[in-house]
């Protein structure tokens, strides 16, 4: 359930799924954007920490973006449960996901999540993310 400091009701929240590998979720009120975030089940055979996963049903945490005027508001942890809830529901016994120091990873190690390991300049950012394993 949304806090209600969100703002939002259920209602706003809109699930867009094409398939049983991905989902994305939307959040509006109104006409006005507030959010969205996208999960899909992976394996990346390039990452060795996330090839060493025995389970290879694992679900990728993977892009969480809230507007402005909607941080700090609860949104953000609403997709969270929500994305491992879908993960959980579809078979998953595990998720990953890059954390950038800072909110993203402190709310991932909230719920239980390790770090198994880090990249320096990760993708070319400049920035460091390490890489979190939940298991769920």
Not at 24 to 45: C, K, P, Q, R, Y
Request: glycine share 12%; with cysteine; net charge positive.
């Amino acid at each position: 359930q949304l806090p209600k400091e969100a703002g939002l009701a259920e209602k706003d929240i809109h699930w867009i799924q094409n398939s049983t590998r991905y989902f994305m979720l939307v959040a509006t009120s109104g006409d006005e954007f507030a959010g969205f975030t996208i999960g899909f089940f992976h394996n990346f055979d390039d990452e060795p920490e996330i090839a060493a996963i025995p389970d290879k049903r694992i679900f990728h945490l993977c892009i969480n973006v809230i507007a402005p005027t909607y941080q700090g508001r609860g949104l953000g942890t609403k997709f969270l449960y929500e994305r491992i809830a879908y993960a959980k529901r579809s078979g998953g016994k595990t998720c990953t996901s890059y954390g950038r120091s800072g909110v993203s990873l402190h709310n991932l190690q909230k719920i239980g999540g390790k770090v198994i390991g880090v990249r320096e300049n990760f993708q070319g950012s400049g920035e460091t993310f390490s890489i979190v394993r939940i298991d769920i």
